[in-house]
């Protein structure tokens, strides 16, 4: 089994050595031509995964009023830039766009601005929200008060692998394997035997774990953390980190490749399944804290939803609906919040600038 993909990885292989995991994983992502978000919309039952916004409108509509409640308590600001990372087919936007409409002065105030590196999913998003601006890079965003949101964003983005051996911690490479041919090429990760000399790469709670451990670092994740909170500090504004992960640094294997809501092999078939690592949550706070930023949370996604009215909410539509929707509504809260469904697994970051109020869902 290979994919087009694989060729041109093999390639670069044989003509360079062998990759570091972050490469292999930005390349089955985001290569221009084969990568897997720049061909496809993989949301949703027909593509391979579903995310929170598609499950249900009130995950949408809640960050919206979560967005007017803390800009109220930042003193509404006359001009913001909302921003969202990876916004998908734009649905959470467009669901947290209709929420503040309610609220007087919000909307006049705003321009919307998408981080967005996937022609197919911009172009899905242009549809359910006209009127936004597109980027694809974080640094081109326009200063001002920031308000951003990023939901399955960072566990999208690259993971350096290191194995901690007799001699100290080595980092896994992507190698061809012994049968692999320039027809049909395939992969196997193995560890290339120096010692990093920049062993404090790993975080302190990752570094003394026993031999034979693997550890993984997002230093692409800490970079967007750093400067999204550090815009933040200097301009004000708030954002919102929401994804399945730790909220501790730890050591553990989470690389994973999804396709049609089935776990496969992540070496197989690069870019035509998702990769994905947990997102340590841990990392992104000290990354944040170095950007300046207040750093509130991780709090789990249930508690959070729960807190921002999650259950009010579900109730009010509930009012209009017909029973068959009634029962959607159930099933939707329960999946977004429950510890057994995404409730617990998925946690939610908050940042400020350092003498901001505590945002809704934070307060002590
Ligand atoms: N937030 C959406 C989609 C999550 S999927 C939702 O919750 O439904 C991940 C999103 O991030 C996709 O839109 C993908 O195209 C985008 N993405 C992945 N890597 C990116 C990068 N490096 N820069 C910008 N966008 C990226």
Redesign the pocket.
Known sequence: MSSPLSKNIARLIRETGPMPISHFMAMA??HPKHGY?MTRD??GAAGDFT????ISQMFGELIGLWIAETWIAQGSPSKIVLAE?????G??MADALRALRAVPGLLPALEIHF????PV?AAIQKQNVPNATWH?RFDTLPEGPLYLIA???FD??PIRQFVRTKQGWCERYVMLTEDSTEESPSFEPAIVPVPQASNDILAAGQRNAPIGSLAEVSPASAAFAEDIASRIAKHGGAALIIDYGHPKSAAGETLQALRKHEFVSVFETPGEADLTAHVDFEALAVAAKAGGAEVYGPIEQGTFLRALGIGERAERLKAKATPEQARDIDSAEHRLTSREEMGSLFKVLALTPKDAPAPAGFEV
């Open positions: 992502l985001g978000y993989p949301l995310t929170a916004p598609e990372l990876g916004p998908g087919r649905t959470l981080v967005e590196t996937s999913l694809d939901n399955e964003f999208a983005l």
